[in-house]
């Protein structure tokens, strides 16, 4: 023992020599090597081994082999067939490249990246899976809901203006249009040549739009006459097209209808102090006497009933898009934690943490799962109202609860939008409450389960 320090010894001094050759930094470093070999020294065998043993653990924990972030926990992903993962992999190269960069800044300013719509239009993901004759590709939903997921979990802003093109305005023209409005409209939008807006909610009606909208519309001759007012119409500012619902003065039923944007008596608001969804441009919309052609009523709209179907549609791709936030946020705080360092170890170390992070990834593998499922239901055709309400119920609770615990975990960290989680935490409420609030779409399921209606 005594020829192991003597020789230590001599091995110290030879590196101060070195050392003081080489930097202040290097010298600075052995400096305190000498008190701590003199600790040693003094040490008895067993405590020596003990330290030993410590020093073996903190090791292992400075250096842990991190796992890569995946949260797609249970492979969903391998539901879809390959050449769907190739165009899964073809967004999430997108939205990284175009988007992930320019997403913060956008979501302060409140701005929407208009330069994004032609390199997102040579993405080829509008219209999936409508048939070819309309430009579409006949592909599943279940791969038009992971593009959905994917775009949400880098900006759930670009997901919604995605959403309220591809999903609304244009599944109101599929689900509703006659041939003829199918074949003129639907092809120039997939091309997002055109891009489309829905305008069903109004100032005073939210909840209520099945019991009876403000704005009316009357015929005229071969043409109709609209007035009233909108609200929260997403892509309103810019669109092309906005499809316009109201209440027909003669039968008092809902009608829907292709309106230009520029259309005289048409005018649109931003709305501009919104702590969710920013990039998303907001409207409220005033119409006074709008003329529209009756070749721009929706053929097939004769009641709220046809309004519906189009809202059945867009809530199962708002159930992915929470999916799809829940995931942006769980994958960007794991890696956090991971890195965070406080009392000299990450805090995923901490039990609490991991119990936290196991908690926001079994929610989230859940909402997958249910939502996949839906999709599936949809594409055998026999997806209901009740099934898509209750996906929608379940994802966006669940999406709430996961960036929230997403901005916990990051500490004061969680409150910058610098930091990402914060926006995800607000874009969350948004999807809460559009497409129905969670209380109607509970309702919708309630009225299925019980045969009782509870909505007034
Ligand atoms: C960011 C954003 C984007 C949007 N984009 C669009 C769009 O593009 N096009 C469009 O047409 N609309 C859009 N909307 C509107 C959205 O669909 C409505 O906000 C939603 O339907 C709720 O209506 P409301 O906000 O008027 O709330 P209200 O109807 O006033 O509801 C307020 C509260 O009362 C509850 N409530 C209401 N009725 C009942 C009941 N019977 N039982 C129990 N509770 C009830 C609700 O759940 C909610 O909690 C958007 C909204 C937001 C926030």
Redesign the pocket.
């Known amino acids: 023992m005594e020829s192991f320090w003597s020789d230590l010894g001599d091995k110290m001094k030879g590196a101060y020599e070195d050392a003081e050759k080489r930097s202040k930094k290097d010298l600075h470093m052995l400096s305190n090597i000498p008190s701590i070999l003199s600790f040693l020294k003094d040490m008895n065998q067993e405590d020596l081994l003990l330290l030993l043993d410590q020093a073996r653990k903190i090791k292992k924990r400075k250096n842990p082999k991190k796992p890569p972030i995946n949260g797609d926990f249970y492979n969903m992903r391998d539901k879809l067939e390959p050449e769907d993962r190739v165009k899964i992999d073809e967004v999430r190269a997108f939205m990284l490249k175009e988007v992930e960069p320019i997403a913060n800044d956008y979501w302060m300013r409140g701005e929407f990246p208009m330069h994004i719509i032609p390199k997102m239009r040579d993405l080829n993901i509008i219209g999936l899976t409508y048939e070819k004759k309309y430009g579409g590709q006949e592909r599943s939903n279940l791969l038009e809901g992971m593009i959905g997921e994917e775009i949400a979990r880098v900006d759930t802003s670009t997901c919604t203006f995605f959403g309220?093109h591809s999903g609304?305005a244009l599944n109101s023209i599929y689900i509703c249009g006659s041939e003829e409005q199918r074949m003129e409209f639907i092809p120039p939008m997939i091309r997002m040549e055109k891009i489309g807006?829905?305008?069903?909610?109004e100032p005073d009606v939210?909840?209520?739009a099945s019991m009876g909208l403000k704005t009316t519309c009357r015929r005229e001759g071969d043409r109709w006459i609209i007035s009233g007012e909108k609200k929260?119409?997403?892509n309103a500012t810019f669109a092309d097209y906005i499809i316009v619902w109201a209440k027909d003065e003669e039968d008092s039923q809902v009608k829907g209808f292709i309106v230009d944007r520029e259309t005289p008596g048409l005018t649109t608001e931003k709305i501009e102090d919104k702590m969710?969804?920013r990039i998303?441009q907001?409207a409220l919309i005033h119409m006074v006497d709008v003329e529209v052609p009756e070749s721009r009523r929706l053929q097939n709209a004769n009641s709220f009933k046809d309004t519906a179907k189009v809202l059945k549609m867009t809530r199962a791709g708002v159930a992915w898009q929470a999916v799809g936030c829940a995931r942006g946020a769980y994958e960007h705080t794991l890696g956090y934690t991971m890195d965070r360092m406080q009392f000299g170890r990450p805090i995923a170390s901490f039990q609490i943490t991991q119990d936290m992070l196991a908690q926001m990834l079994s929610q989230l593998t859940a909402m997958q799962c249910l939502v996949g499922r839906l999709s599936e239901l949809l594409d055998q055709g026999v997806m209901n109202d009740e099934q898509a309400s209750i996906a929608k119920v379940f994802a966006t609770v669940g999406c709430r609860a996961i960036t929230s615990m997403s901005r916990e975990l990051m500490g004061g960290n969680g409150i910058l939008i610098s930091n990402k989680v914060a926006r995800f935490l607000g874009d969350a409420e948004?999807l809460y409450?559009?497409?129905?609030?969670?209380?109607?779409n509970s309702?919708v399921v309630g009225r299925a389960i019980t045969g009782i209606s509870a909505?007034?």
């Open positions: 309220v609304l807006a829905f305008a069903l909610t939210g909840s209520a929260w119409i997403g969710s969804l998303v907001n948004a409450s559009y497409e129905g609030t969670k209380q109607i309702l909505f007034v």
